[in-house]
C-alpha cells in the first residue's frame, strides 16, 4: 500500500548519503520525508496529496504529543 507513495516520488531529490539516495523513512504507519530542499520537500507533499486523493486515503497533520 505505501509503497504507491515513495513511486509517486520517483522525480524528487530526497537526500544522498553515501551514494544512496532515499526520500523517505517509513515505519509501519508512519513515514517522514527528507530532502535537502523546501523545494523537493514540497514537491514530495503534492506526490503524497495526489496518492492520497487517488487511492480515497487522508493524512493525519496533527502531532502526537508523544512526538519529541
Same mark, same amino acid.
Given at each position: 500500500? $505505501?509503497? @504507491?507513495?515513495?513511486?509517486? /516520488?520517483?522525480?524528487? *531529490? @530526497?537526500? %544522498?548519503?553515501?551514494?544512496?539516495?532515499?526520500?523517505? &523513512? &517509513? =515505519?509501519?504507519?508512519?513515514? /517522514?520525508?527528507? #530532502? +535537502? #530542499?523546501?523545494?523537493? &520537500?514540497? +514537491?514530495?507533499?503534492?506526490?503524497?496529496? *495526489? =496518492?492520497?486523493? *487517488?487511492? =480515497? !486515503? $487522508?493524512? %493525519?497533520?496533527?502531532?502526537? !504529543?508523544?512526538? $519529541?
Amino acid at each position: 500500500f $505505501i509503497d @504507491g507513495i515513495i513511486f509517486e /516520488m520517483r522525480e524528487c *531529490t @530526497g537526500v %544522498n548519503i553515501n551514494n544512496f539516495k532515499f526520500k523517505a &523513512l &517509513l =515505519y509501519v504507519d508512519d513515514m /517522514m520525508l527528507v #530532502s +535537502e #530542499s523546501a523545494e523537493d &520537500l514540497q +514537491e514530495m507533499l503534492k506526490c503524497c496529496q *495526489t =496518492y492520497a486523493d *487517488t487511492h =480515497y !486515503s $487522508i493524512f %493525519n497533520e496533527e502531532i502526537p !504529543s508523544r512526538c $519529541i
